[in-house]
């Protein structure tokens, strides 16, 4: 199955679900983002590396890259592989005395290892299909280039409401709203919805 290489946009702060971020990830060669909701301590984990942060202790990502060094232990690459029911799954490829093997993983701990190892994350056209949300313009630098900022905004949802009651029309015009906002964390609860009413 043909990979996709993604990169971290940044982290944005969600004031529905206390102590809890969206992980953005975009691909590489595109305009999708994928949104992973994940918890504050995993948020700090990725941040450290986004920084070039150093703390004055090892924090356990820190402890797992020491184990790969001094076992001779190489990272290749990390691959975010299936989603189940908004569950995210990810792998860590690694070789050791040229056998290849893959280690389970949850998404976030996975982003945290292949920053600080500075190793390609990857996933699937399928999932970026059922998960990315696509945007259609973005900010570029006098280059051309994509600008890539590590953001801690907080995402404002005031008035979003249940969506239990709103139609099909009005969800897509809250999607599209959220995506010129960059709302990801909101964004994602709304093309959740939205997948979820298709398939009845």
Request: charged share 30%; hydrophobic share 35%; glycine share 6%.
């Amino acid at each position: 199955m043909e990979k996709i290489e993604l990169k971290v946009v940044g982290l944005s702060y969600s004031q529905t679900q206390t102590g809890a971020y969206a992980l953005i990830l975009k691909e590489k060669s595109g305009k999708r983002r994928l949104p992973i909701i994940i918890g504050g301590a995993e948020a700090q984990a990725i941040a450290i590396p986004l920084e070039k942060m150093t703390p004055s202790r090892p924090l356990t990502h820190d402890l797992f890259k020491s184990f790969l060094d001094n076992f001779d232990v190489k990272l290749h690459e990390v691959v975010i592989h299936n989603l189940v029911e908004g569950i995210f799954f990810a792998k860590i490829i690694c070789e050791q005395n040229k056998k290849k093997f893959e280690i389970d993983a949850r998404s976030s701990d996975a982003v945290a290892i292949a920053l600080r190892c500075e190793k390609p994350i990857y996933t699937h056209d399928f999932i970026l299909s059922s998960a990315g949300i696509i945007i259609d313009s973005e900010d570029t630098n006098a280059d051309g280039d994509d600008i890539e900022e590590f953001s801690t905004s907080e995402i404002s949802t005031t008035g979003s409401g249940s969506v239990a009651g709103k139609s099909m029309e009005d969800l897509e015009k809250e999607l599209d709203t959220a995506l010129e906002k960059e709302e990801y964390e909101k964004a994602s609860r709304l093309r959740d919805e939205i997948n979820k009413r298709k398939k009845r």
